[in-house]
């Protein structure tokens, strides 16, 4: 089994790219996705999502989902795919193959499951500002360039409502033309989701195969 289950659609992330500091940072950006970040730190989060692959040379390709926080917790649903995480130990299940992969990932295995992690991984890193060039009505458009030549991302543009509670869209840019789009929708708050939704119940999967990689 591949390490990253999301690969095919967070290849940009891994891709070469350099890195161009083409501004200096905004504050009232800056607060923006940090406000955002504390608050789904702090509360309970479901949310729909979709990923989509654009540029390079690879074929357009897309996938949809779901995705629920609660604080360092979460759950992704995928088809053929589930991850749950508990806060130390994670499960990857590919119904595929009725195998379930047990891991102790760290910060960077994480962001590359959980797309909320792709903020709170790279707001200390960049400079913020509004984007002009990528402007939408009804929506506040933040430019993240990283201060430095960074391996992963040349730039992320990240939309918000205009008032800032609610997480339109990440955009990963780099810099060979590949683009990930992380589209979001539906977004609850404040759920009642006990800690147990976020543990691997193997008695829901007759027959699986536990693969302990830890």
């Not at 890195?19 to 970040?37: G, M, N, P, R």
């Not at 309970?44 to 989902?65: I, Y």
């Not at 130990?89 to 295995?109: C, G, H, K």
Request: charged share 20%; hydrophobic share 35%; net charge negative.
């Amino acid at each position: 089994m591949k390490r990253s289950i999301l690969y095919c659609f967070l290849l940009l992330l891994y891709c070469t790219a350099s890195a161009t500091l083409c501004a200096q940072s905004d504050k009232q950006a800056e607060q923006i996705v940090s406000d955002y970040i504390r608050s789904i730190e702090h509360e309970t989060v479901k949310a729909a999502f979709s990923f989509t692959t654009t540029g390079g040379d690879l074929p357009e390709q897309s996938q949809q989902g779901t995705l629920t926080l609660k604080g360092d917790k979460f759950v992704l649903q995928m088809e053929g795919i589930a991850v749950f995480f508990d806060g130390k130990t994670q499960w990857t299940y590919l119904e595929a193959n009725n195998e379930v992969s047990i891991t102790e990932p760290d910060r960077t295995e994480l962001s590359e499951t959980n797309p909320f992690l792709v903020l709170k991984e790279y707001q200390g890193l960049c400079d913020m500002f509004f984007s002009q060039a990528h402007k939408t009505e009804g929506y506040q458009t933040i430019e993240m360039h990283p201060r430095t030549a960074d391996p992963n991302v040349s730039n992320i543009i990240v939309q918000f409502s205009n008032n800032g509670n609610t997480l339109k869209s990440i955009q990963i840019e780099s810099g060979n033309g590949l683009s990930v789009q992380i589209g979001f929708s539906n977004i609850e708050k404040g759920l009642n989701i006990p800690d147990s939704t976020f543990v691997f119940n193997k008695q829901q999967y007759e027959g699986v195969f536990e693969n302990d990689l830890r």
